[in-house]
C-alpha cells in the first residue's frame, strides 16, 4: 500500500487526552469528495458540501486525520500514481492537510489485506497517526468502509449516497445524513463521555452503582462503573440475579448486592412490598453519599430511583426523558444508537466523573477473578463457538451452527463449543459435527478464562461476546437485529457482522423470534463466518 509521509503533528497533549477517539480516518471518494469513478484529474476535484468547514472543526478539536481509500485505478493503469499525487495536492488545497494518506492499490483479484473490507489500511493509518485502531472512527459511504473498519476494531460511521446498497445501509451500526452530521456526532459522543466541568467535588466516599439484568448488560456497563470507581473510595454494586456472575468480574466494585427488580426483569416476578421494604433497608445501610443507575435505553430508572430517596440517598444520577419530578438530581438523557457502554460512560460523565487518562474506554474483566484455563484444550488460538444465548431470538439455530462447526474444522481451525448446563443438548450435535463439546463445563468466569485464550469467539448477541469484547478477542457477531447493532454490537473489538440486518425482527425487541424459520440467522453461509476468521487475523502488521 502507499503510505503518505508521517507528518509531524500535534498530538493530545497528555492529561487532556481524548477519551474515546484520537483520530477520524475518511473514505475519499463519495465520502470527501463527488465520486468521479478512476478519476486522475485534479480539475475534477469537488468536495462534499460542508467538507472543509466540518474538517476544521474535528482539527480544531485535536483529532487527527487521515485518508483511506481503495484506488484499484492504479492496479488496472486508468492513472497513474503521479496523476494520483496531483488529485490528493488538489484536494488538501480545498479541504486542508490530512496527518497521512494511505491508498490500496489493489484490485479484489489480488487478495490484499488493505482493500477494504480488508482492515490493513484503518490499522496502518492508527500506527502512522501513532494510536491504535480502536481509536480511530472511520466514515465512509459503502459497507466496505464500515467493515473494514469494525474488522479492526475501530468504529465505523456510514454517510450513505443514492449508490449506498439498501442492505449496507441496515447493517450499519451508526448512521449519518451527510459529512457535517457525521462529524458534529463524532464531536458530540467525545464530549459526552468527559465530566462535566463545574465546581471541584470532593471525592465521594460511598458510590452505589446500579446495573440490573444480564451478564452481557453488567459487562457493558464496566467501562462506567470504572470511571465511577476513579472518583469514589469504595463503589457497592446493585445487580439482579442474572447479572451477579458478571458483576463479580467487574474492576473497580467494591461489594454487591445481588436483588430482583420487577421492572427491569424479562419474566418478572409480582412486587412483593416486603421485598421492597428489605431492598430499601439494605440500600439505607450501605450509607451511599450519591447513587448513579444505570439501565438500557428501554428501562426506567425512576422505579429505583424512588426506592433509593425513601433509602435517604441524596444525590441520584440517571438517564430519563420521563420527566423524573424530584427523583432525580442528575437527569441525564441521550440520543438513540449509542453504544451501551458510551451511553453509561456519559451518564458517569454528567454526574461528574470519568475514566482516568491511562485507563481505555473498553471493557475489562478483573484478571484474578479469572480461573486457569483447563489444561486438556491444548494450546491458545483455537475458535470458540458458542451457538446458544438467554433470548432464543438471539441464538445461533444449531443446524446452522452445526455447519459452521463442519466447515470451521474443515478449513483447519481448532473449534470449542461452549453453552450452559441448559444447552447441553445443542452443544453435543453442534460438536458432533466438529469440534470439542464444552457444553455445561464452565460457569462464567470459567468461559472467560476460555474465550481469553481464543483467536476469536463465534457468537450471537449474547453474554459471552461482550466477554471477547473484554478480553480483546475478535468476534464474528451473528447478529440477530432485534436490537440495534449500534448499540449492542461488541464494542471497540474487532468484529465481522453475519447475518440479514434487515430482517422482520428488526428493533423489535423480541425475546424468542417472532417471525418462522428464524430468517436473520439462518441465511449464513459458514463459507462467511470461515471468510471472516480470516479477515479477522489481518493486523497490518502492527498486532492489535
Ligand atoms: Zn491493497
Not at 454490537?489 to 471497540?492: E, K, L, N, S, V
Given at each position: 500500500m502507499y503510505a503518505g509521509a508521517g507528518r509531524a503533528g500535534s498530538g493530545p497533549v497528555e492529561g487532556i487526552r481524548p477519551v474515546l477517539y484520537d483520530a477520524v480516518l475518511l473514505d475519499r471518494d463519495g465520502t470527501l469528495i463527488e465520486d468521479v469513478p478512476y478519476n486522475g484529474d485534479p480539475e475534477k476535484v469537488r468536495p462534499v458540501p460542508g467538507a472543509r468547514a466540518a474538517l476544521d472543526r474535528l482539527r480544531a478539536a485535536g483529532l487527527r486525520l487521515a485518508v483511506v481509500t481503495n484506488q484499484s485505478g492504479l492496479a488496472r493503469g486508468y492513472f497513474s500514481a503521479e496523476q494520483m499525487r496531483a488529485v490528493h495536492a488538489r484536494i488538501e488545497e480545498l479541504l486542508g492537510r490530512f496527518d497521512a494518506w494511505l491508498v490500496c492499490p489493489h484490485d479484489d483479484a489480488d487478495g490484499c489485506e488493505c482493500r477494504k473490507p480488508a482492515p490493513g489500511l484503518v490499522h496502518a493509518a492508527a500506527r502512522e497517526l501513532g494510536t491504535r485502531a480502536s481509536r480511530c472512527v472511520l466514515v465512509g459511504d459503502i459497507g466496505r468502509d464500515v467493515a473494514a473498519a469494525l474488522a479492526a476494531g475501530a468504529t465505523g460511521v456510514l454517510v450513505p449516497t443514492p449508490v449506498t446498497r439498501p442492505e449496507e445501509v441496515a447493517a450499519a451500526g451508526w448512521l449519518a445524513s451527510d459529512l457535517p452530521s457525521a462529524v458534529d456526532e463524532i464531536l458530540r459522543r467525545q464530549q459526552a463521555v468527559r465530566a462535566v466541568p463545574g465546581p471541584v467535588r470532593e471525592r465521594a466516599g460511598t458510590a452505589l452503582v446500579v446495573r440490573s439484568d444480564s451478564a452481557g448488560d453488567v459487562l457493558v456497563t464496566g467501562p462506567a462503573i470504572r470511571a465511577v470507581a476513579a472518583g469514589a473510595q469504595r463503589v457497592v454494586l446493585l445487580c439482579g440475579p442474572r447479572g451477579r456472575a458478571a458483576a463479580d468480574l467487574l474492576p473497580g466494585v467494591d461489594e454487591i448486592i445481588e436483588h430482583p427488580l420487577p421492572w427491569i426483569d424479562p419474566a418478572p416476578a409480582p412486587v412483593e412490598p416486603d421485598a421492597m421494604r428489605t431492598l430499601i433497608a439494605r440500600l439505607a445501610a450501605v450509607g451511599a453519599d450519591e447513587a448513579v443507575v444505570f439501565t438500557s435505553f428501554h428501562q426506567s430508572a425512576l422505579p429505583l430511583a424512588l426506592l433509593l430517596r425513601m433509602a435517604g440517598i441524596r444525590r441520584i444520577s440517571a438517564i430519563s426523558d420521563d420527566y423524573p419530578g424530584s427523583l432525580l438530581d442528575v437527569r441525564h438523557r441521550v440520543p438513540v444508537g449509542v453504544p451501551e457502554p458510551e451511553r453509561a460512560l456519559s451518564l458517569a460523565a454528567a454526574a461528574g466523573h470519568r475514566l482516568p487518562v491511562d485507563d481505555e474506554p473498553v471493557l475489562r474483566l478483573r484478571p484474578d477473578a479469572l480461573p486457569p484455563r483447563p489444561a486438556d484444550l491444548g494450546d491458545p488460538g483455537y475458535v470458540v463457538l458458542h451457538p446458544g444465548s438467554a433470548a432464543s431470538s438471539r441464538a445461533c439455530p444449531p443446524e446452522l451452527a452445526a455447519r459452521i462447526a463442519r466447515s470451521l474444522t474443515a478449513a483447519g481451525h481448532r473449534v470449542l463449543v461452549t453453552g450452559g448446563p441448559d444447552e447441553r443438548d445443542v452443544t453435543a450435535r453442534v460438536a458432533a459435527a466438529g469440534g470439542t463439546d464444552l457444553g455445561g463445563r464452565t460457569d462464567l468466569p470459567g468461559l472467560a478464562a476460555i474465550v481469553a485464550d481464543a483467536g476469536a469467539v463465534v457468537v450471537g448477541n449474547t453474554g459471552p461476546a461482550h466477554l471477547a469484547a473484554a478480553a480483546g478477542v475478535p468476534v464474528v457477531s451473528l447478529f440477530a437485529p432485534t436490537v440495534p447493532f449500534g448499540q449492542w454490537?461488541?464494542?471497540?473489538v474487532p468484529t465481522v457482522r453475519l447475518g440479514n440486518a434487515d430482517a422482520p425482527c428488526r428493533d423489535t425487541r423480541a425475546a424468542s423470534c417472532p417471525v418462522p424459520a428464524h430468517p436473520c440467522l439462518s441465511g449464513i453461509d459458514p463459507a462467511e463466518v470461515v471468510d471472516a476468521l480470516r479477515v479477522l487475523t489481518v493486523s497490518g502488521g502492527g498486532g492489535r
Open positions: 454490537g461488541p464494542y471497540r
